[in-house]
């Protein structure tokens, strides 16, 4: 596996949308469980969606969600060009924060354990004002 890169931070008003990418060179064709967190200064930094590998890499393809952006965040991979998307509809300003993209192991997908992270990018800056 590559390295994880993240593009497409940025500054928006509340109500308005961002989409977040992660060249994931060669951990989407594999059983990783993919993720994006988000740090704020001062607070630990926090899962805010995962997906989980398909079936052909012994997994369940499931998406999981922090409760915050249930609704309005989306998660998908697009292996051919090896692309961890994440579409943020509905922006607010507790959004705010710098996001990672992150490769995991399949196990607990979804729960965002720290430790279970193998691999990090080097995060993006998302700015949502009131």
């Known amino acids: 596996q590559g390295r994880l890169v993240e593009s497409g931070g940025g500054s928006v008003q509340a109500g308005g949308s961002l989409t977040l990418s992660c060249l994931a060179s060669g951990y989407l064709s594999s059983s990783y469980c993919m993720n994006w967190f988000r740090e704020v200064p001062g607070k630990e930094r926090e899962g805010v969606a995962a997906?989980?590998?398909?079936?052909?890499?012994?997994?369940?393809?499931?998406?999981y969600y922090a409760d915050s952006v249930k609704g309005r965040f989306t998660i998908s991979r697009h292996r051919a060009n090896d692309t961890l998307i994440l579409q943020m509809n509905n922006l607010k300003p507790e959004d705010t924060g710098t996001y990672f993209c992150a490769a995991g192991l399949r196990r607990d997908c979804g729960t965002w354990e720290r430790a279970d992270i193998e691999a990090w990018g080097q995060g993006v800056q998302v700015t949502v004002s009131s």
């Open positions: 997906s989980a590998p398909p079936p052909r890499f012994h997994g369940d393809g499931r998406e």
